[in-house]
């Protein structure tokens, strides 16, 4: 095809921009945005390996969180109180700007509020959670504005038909998002502002060419002064050098159930596990923790260890004693690394990233996405 473009192709669709942006999910397309509306004669274009964004973008829990309070013990024991209180801050800044830029009604945000759940054989990771209630409370009141975050839940267990659960810590300011409306909402908005987006087009290599950059992908060559990366999960494929860990989380949907009584969202085993209500069915996903391994993997799919898994927490602790069906099962790629921090920086000139979001690109894409774009020099 490369071959085969005309005249009016070559100049109209693939060649002058002024930046173009690899990866389509929540950071590319906020820092699309971002350029577009402070710049709007800036020549942007959005390049996507897939027919839908191809990472965890479309493909999360639709968890609008901040960390629960077992997952932010664990990120202070491994980096520190200091670098954990930054990382909380631009998670919060970061919902805050998708809620502003889409509107809490476009994205079904809702605030019903994020539990840590805690079974008898978790008494000691729940105790040490419970003791430092009152200290992560003081910590994060100048990021959140509230002093009340965490708090001992257990009068709620029974009211969620929750079995075997002993524990349940609530983290009132917790919220949830439709993942579907929010990206359809930033396609539009990117759209609306003269972003040329292409899909099903995978980029192959990156190379420098007097002073631009010539983007080679599986639909051609693309030309462009700056370049910003934000396939999180995928950067390495492009950039050998760049710390990012692909790890793959895997998901199931029951069919809906009458009477379901949980509400809100819930995590497990320090943040590995976790579910939530979706229009009266439970989505349920984790356990990559089980078989690391085999998870850390850019390639989706799914795996009768996990899923089985799955279907026991499902059937023993979420619902007990029932089996409801099974309606969807899919998997969605996330970036880790070394370092729990995302990595927002500047490779070469004309070329950056935003990637490493280390499961937490529902709450920083945002912020990341706008952090990258104001790097770039126009």
Not at 45 to 56: C, H, I, N, R, Y
Not at 343 to 353: D, E, M, Q
Request: proline share 3%.
């Amino acid at each position: 095809m490369g071959d085969n473009y005309s005249y009016w192709e070559k100049t109209s669709f693939l060649s002058g921009y002024d930046v173009i942006i690899i990866g389509s999910g929540i950071v590319g397309l906020s820092a699309a945005i971002h350029l577009k509306v402070n710049s709007p004669r800036l020549r942007v274009g959005v390049l996507e390996s897939g027919f839908l964004p191809s990472g965890a973008s479309t493909k999360n829990a639709g968890f609008a969180c901040f960390g629960s309070i077992s997952e932010l013990i664990e990120e202070i024991k491994s980096d520190g109180e200091d670098n954990l209180l930054q990382r909380v801050e631009m998670r919060w800044k970061g919902l805050l700007k998708l809620r502003k830029n889409l509107g809490d009604l476009a994205i079904s945000f809702k605030q019903n509020g994020g539990y840590d759940i805690f079974k008898a054989a978790d008494k000691s990771c729940a105790q040490e959670c419970l003791d430092q209630i009152d200290r992560l409370n003081r910590l994060l009141k100048p990021i959140i504005g509230k002093h009340d975050i965490y708090a001992v839940a257990n009068a709620k267990i029974a009211g969620f038909g929750l079995a075997g659960v002993t524990d349940l810590i609530e983290n009132k300011y917790e919220g949830q998002i439709d993942t579907g409306r929010m990206m359809d909402a930033l396609v539009k908005k990117a759209a609306g502002t003269g972003v040329h987006i292409f899909n099903n087009c995978r980029v192959e290599n990156i190379q420098q060419e007097d002073g631009r950059h010539v983007i080679n992908t599986s639909q051609g060559a693309f030309d462009t002064k700056s370049a910003i990366l934000a396939t999180n999960a995928f950067a390495k494929e492009l950039i050998a050098e760049i710390d990012v860990i692909p790890g793959r989380g895997q998901v199931l949907v029951t069919a809906p159930i009458d009477n379901l009584k949980i509400s809100g969202t819930f995590h497990y085993n320090r943040g590995y596990t976790y579910f939530r209500n979706i229009d009266n069915r439970v989505l349920l996903g984790g356990f990559r923790d089980i078989n690391f391994n085999e998870e850390q993997t850019s390639q989706p799919g799914i795996t009768d260890l996990i899923q089985n898994a799955l279907e026991k927490l499902l059937s023993e602790v979420i619902l007990p004693g029932q089996a409801p069906q099974i309606e969807h099962r899919w998997s969605g790629v996330m970036g880790f690394g070394s370092e729990l921090s995302p990595i927002v920086k500047k490779i070469h000139p004309g070329l950056y990233c935003a990637v490493r979001c280390n499961g937490m690109g529902v709450a920083m894409g945002s912020l990341l996405g706008e952090q990258v774009a104001d790097m770039v020099e126009l």
